[in-house]
């Protein structure tokens, strides 16, 4: 149980354009996802959390009209990277926790970016 | 402020030998405490979770921790590793957020990466 995907796993775009990343809680009711980045060799940093039906809470220094992030269902969030550019390139990871999950965070596959 | 060390970026180990990944943590409340595993091309996977109670902590995989609040760690065991074990750790500590009572988000620690010689 507590399975979690994303989708897609890898995308190449050109700089400037805007890719959509989904995230979705398989089987259980995610009422907060959480969406991180991870640098080559590094830690997940946390960008975001989001509960459903409510505006995403972003961590300082990142961007809320770059990393658009919507929650909209309890099984579905969605992270938008706008105007995307090569520094933008990294490796984004989403977590859900919530109904049957506790306070326990379940990961998905994470989805590489390479802006072109 | 609140963070997670994890002092050993590499750790090899030869297969069937015992192991101890460490973390340390800094938080003013009592931690919800985690383990995680990543392997290469695979999502984080759960190993095991502290969050109250007995301080040794039974997961999968063969794997123990044990949480010390006088030391402010929580390592990581394993009696014997498997070749199979060889991947990225991460230890993690989990804090309420201000914006929603009972949400907790994570603090992660910089990995270990293991290495399991045959």
């Known amino acids: 149980g507590a399975v979690v995907s994303q989708h897609p796993s890898w995308v190449i775009c050109k700089s400037g354009t805007s890719v959509k990343i989904e995230c979705r809680s398989l089987?259980?009711?995610?009422?907060?996802m959480f969406w991180y980045r991870q640098f080559p060799k590094q830690s997940l940093m946390l960008m975001a959390t989001s509960n459903e039906g409510s505006k995403a809470t972003y961590e300082q220094g990142v961007e809320k009209d770059k990393f658009l992030i919507n929650h909209a269902s309890l099984t579905l969030s969605t992270l938008t990277v706008t105007s995307a550019h090569p520094e933008d390139s990294s490796f984004y990871i989403c977590?859900?926790?919530?109904?049957?999950?506790?306070?326990?965070?379940?990961f998905g596959p994470g989805t590489r970016l390479t802006v072109l | 402020a609140q963070s997670v060390t994890q002092p050993d970026i590499h750790i090899t180990v030869s297969e069937g030998a015992s192991l101890e990944l460490r973390c340390n943590y800094s938080y003013g409340a009592t931690p919800y405490l985690f383990w995680y595993v990543q392997s290469p091309g695979q999502g984080l996977q759960l190993l095991l979770k502290?969050?109250?109670?007995?301080?040794l902590v039974q997961g999968i995989k063969g794997f123990e921790a044990e949480f010390k609040r006088s030391q402010s760690s929580f390592n990581l065991r394993k009696p014997s590793v498997h070749w199979s074990d060889a991947a990225e750790y991460f230890c993690?500590?989990?804090?309420?957020?201000?914006?929603?009572?009972?949400?907790?988000?994570?603090?992660f620690g910089t990995g270990t990466r293991l290495k399991v010689l045959a």
């Open positions: 977590s859900a926790s919530g109904r049957g999950g506790g306070d326990t965070q379940y």
């Open positions: 993690a500590v989990g804090i309420e957020t201000l914006t929603t009572s009972g949400t907790y988000k994570y603090i």
């Open positions: 089987d259980f009711q995610a009422t907060t």
């Open positions: 502290y969050f109250s109670g007995d301080t």
